[in-house]
């Protein structure tokens, strides 16, 4: 598409189509897909959390438990998507099943660490009067990390909404699948809808998750949402003996020779759209995380650029890519700018806070020769929040290395590009070797990162997605 | 009720053992204060009697059984009948008193009775805390969030937890290091009144040799206790009952 082309394109996405009819046809996916986020979360907890304390309670065999959850951890959810819905058949179930596996291994991991840095006096004290494992979980550490369990917990609901709407794009049902058939129907106004609606279930989220924060008995609301996704989208069981037929045709994985050739190619171009989206997300993010930052710019700027920054991350990767597929063109381009712009939205949060954290008296200090803001920016605020932001930005590369994985299934290339081809083809043995080649890919980049910071000496922080 | 011959604990970390062939006997109705400076292993013996600490040598036998040997079932039969009162109280903040107090009967209780006491407590229950509570003389906290209470007030919550337990053996681990000299002093007299009358054996760490030797039957000095020889003034022990 020319430049020239390019604003008449996107006056095509509005206005968005607003109309009772449509709005009204719309309540079905939408309740597809916080159902499919609800009961994939309960399932994730309801194994997560005892496999957690499993873990922190030392049973045998937990150190291979924990090894286990963080190789699930790292393939993708869209790529478990697409395993799913050859495995179950198009629709909710697989998508619900999808996030259910990802988020049990997300959750079991994160929930065992946080038991682990449980403070051990009270725990050894309970076990002073003979308590079990089990009532020492009861009385101990659900006790002592509930907070902690909380707010992890409303994170991962709000991720999870946000993979619902992904792995609808592969088949999943709910508002993905609704996107990418608007998007290819050509009705640009409708996807504009999809969008909006998806940007305000987030931040009705956002708020939802800072009152269970306050009041936490409110969690219980969720469990009778997830209950209700649970069974409205269950599997068929009378297809259980397909799902085994179709798995066991994956086995064993199997690539031809051309394929292998073509593997280096694949891989250059999904650590290239993962490097170079990380690139512009930090030159887009820098100014705006400047501007968000409350100490340095004025306030309604501020509030401003937040809405936008909240709007950029609101709205998935493939949700960005699948829009700007139809825009650029399928390839990695796409790919790039589709992660530029999300990863913005959370680079450009996470920086201005780290602008907001900094000691103020060397800031102070350089404002006190009578410096503008941007000088003040430049030589007190930039260097003092390098620190934060640099293990912010090396997240996200590790982030957008996984999310560059996925994003070839919607038409932006990669290895990703060539799982999906495979699964539309029916190839379901080179299908599986591509996944398993895409988490081996993603491993080593958790690994690699892990040492990185523990060489560099950075603390864990949590990686917003 | 405790026996404990030739102790030795050693850490990979320090060059001398913590603890070098300690020798103690404690019998059931008795009171005994450990004494000695910090880290000369007070806490290391406490935590090696409860079997969180493995031991180098020696042997440490409770109601017969060794501690050493004790695994699984055993060990946590054998944890039963030894309460322990640590010196920051260690209770589970988030949780309400009486939900701290009866931590003290998990021991004897199935997982799902523990479970179900958490979300819907019996009146039997309530009134068992309450009378362990009434015991340590701060009857009125029963259901208050136990974050809200002074440390004074917390430490009481652990004693009635472990009073809680019914234990054959006491080890409280500097139970008063931080309380004010009056709640102190009331807090040695409920302990060594409790071990008096109901038969249970006390081992009590404390930094105050003065203080232990006004409340306690025998005072044993860790520094000079290789062989656990009685301290000059324990031999006529003063004991004061509450």
């Known amino acids: ?465 | 009720m405790l026996r404990i011959r030739d102790l030795t604990v050693a850490y990979a970390s320090r060059p001398t053992p913590v603890i070098d062939r300690l020798s103690l006997q404690v019998q059931p109705g008795e009171s005994v204060a450990i004494v000695g400076p910090s880290g000369c292993g007070k806490t290391t013996l406490f935590r090696a009697i409860g079997g969180f600490v493995p031991i180098t040598g020696g042997r440490i036998e409770v109601d017969g059984i060794e501690v050493a040997s004790a695994r699984g079932k055993r060990l946590r039969a054998l944890r039963r009948r030894v309460a322990v009162i640590a010196q920051k109280h260690d209770l589970i903040e988030r949780l309400a008193v009486h939900q701290n107090v009866m931590a003290g009967a998990l021991g004897r209780w199935s997982c799902l009775r523990a479970l179900r006491f958490l979300l819907l407590p019996r009146r039997s229950e309530l009134l068992e805390v309450r009378a362990a509570l009434e015991r340590v003389g701060i009857p009125e906290e029963l259901r208050r969030k136990t974050a809200e209470l002074s440390g004074g007030q917390q430490q009481r919550v652990a004693i009635a937890r472990a009073l809680l337990q019914n234990p054959g053996l006491l080890l409280a681990d500097e139970p008063v290091a931080s309380l004010d000299p009056a709640l102190s002093e009331q807090i040695l007299a409920l302990l060594c009144g409790l071990a008096s009358a109901g038969g249970m054996a006390l081992l009590c760490a404390l930094h105050q040799p003065e203080l232990a030797r006004r409340y306690f039957d025998r005072v044993v000095d860790l520094r000079e206790a290789a062989d656990a020889r009685p301290a000059a003034a324990s031999a006529g022990g003063v004991r004061l009952a509450s």
């Open chain 1, 1 to 465: 598409m020319s430049a020239g082309a390019l604003p008449g394109f996107l006056g095509e996405f509005l206005p968005p189509d607003l109309s009772i009819g449509y709005l009204e046809a719309l309540a079905r996916p939408v309740m597809q897909t916080l159902g499919m986020a609800a009961g994939g979360m309960l399932i994730a907890c309801a194994v997560g959390l005892p496999l957690g304390l499993v873990i922190a309670t030392g049973a045998a065999g937990t150190r291979l438990l924990y090894e286990l959850l963080a190789g699930l951890r790292a393939i993708p959810d869209l790529t478990l998507a697409i395993l799913c819905v050859v495995v179950f058949g198009i629709g909710p179930p697989a998508g619900m099943l999808a996030l259910a596996i990802f988020y049990t291994a997300m959750v079991g991991k994160v929930f065992a660490d946080l038991f682990l840095s449980a403070e051990p006096g009270p725990l050894e004290a309970l076990r002073t009067t003979g308590a079990s494992r089990a009532q020492v979980a009861l009385f101990g550490y659900i006790p002592l990390k509930l907070k902690d369990l909380l707010t992890h917990g409303c994170y991962s609901f709000e991720c999870a909404v946000r993979a619902a709407v992904i792995v609808g794009a592969v088949g999943g049902g709910g508002l993905g699948t609704e996107l990418v058939g608007t998007l290819n129907a050509f009705d640009y106004h409708r996807a504009t809808t999809l969008i909006l609606i998806l940007v305000l279930i987030m931040s009705l989220l956002d708020k939802a998750s800072a009152l269970i924060r306050r009041a936490p008995r409110l969690v219980f609301l969720l469990f009778p949402a997830g209950a209700a996704g649970l069974w409205l989208y269950r599997p068929d069981l009378v297809a259980i003996g397909h799902a085994l037929s179709a798995f066991s045709s994956m086995l064993p994985p199997r690539l031809p020779a051309a394929a292998i050739a073509r593997i280096p190619r694949l891989l250059g171009e999904t650590v290239a759209t993962a490097a170079g989206g990380t690139a512009l997300a930090v030159v887009l993010a820098l100014p705006l995380g400047l501007a968000a930052a409350r100490n340095l710019a004025p306030s309604a700027l501020a509030q401003a650029i937040r809405l936008v920054l909240e709007t950029l991350r609101g709205v998935p990767e493939v949700v960005w890519g699948l829009v700007l597929v139809s825009l650029i063109g399928i390839g990695p381009f796409a790919g790039l700018v589709a992660l530029g712009l999300h990863s913005a939205g959370v680079l450009g949060k996470l920086y201005g806070e780290s602008f907001e954290n900094v000691r103020l008296a060397p800031v102070q200090a350089i404002e006190a020769t009578g410096a503008t803001r941007l000088s003040v920016a430049c030589f007190a605020l930039v260097p003092l929040a390098s620190g934060p932001m640099a293990v912010h930005t090396l997240f996200r590369l590790e982030w957008n290395l996984r999310a560059a994985t996925v994003l070839g299934m919607i038409g932006a290339g990669g290895i990703g590009e060539a799982l999906y081809e495979a699964q539309q083809l029916f190839f379901y043995r080179e299908m599986m070797a591509y996944i398993l080649i895409t988490w081996a890919i993603i491993s080593l980049s958790d690994g690699l990162g892990q040492r990185l910071r523990q060489r560099l000496g950075w603390a864990e922080v949590p990686a917003l997605r």
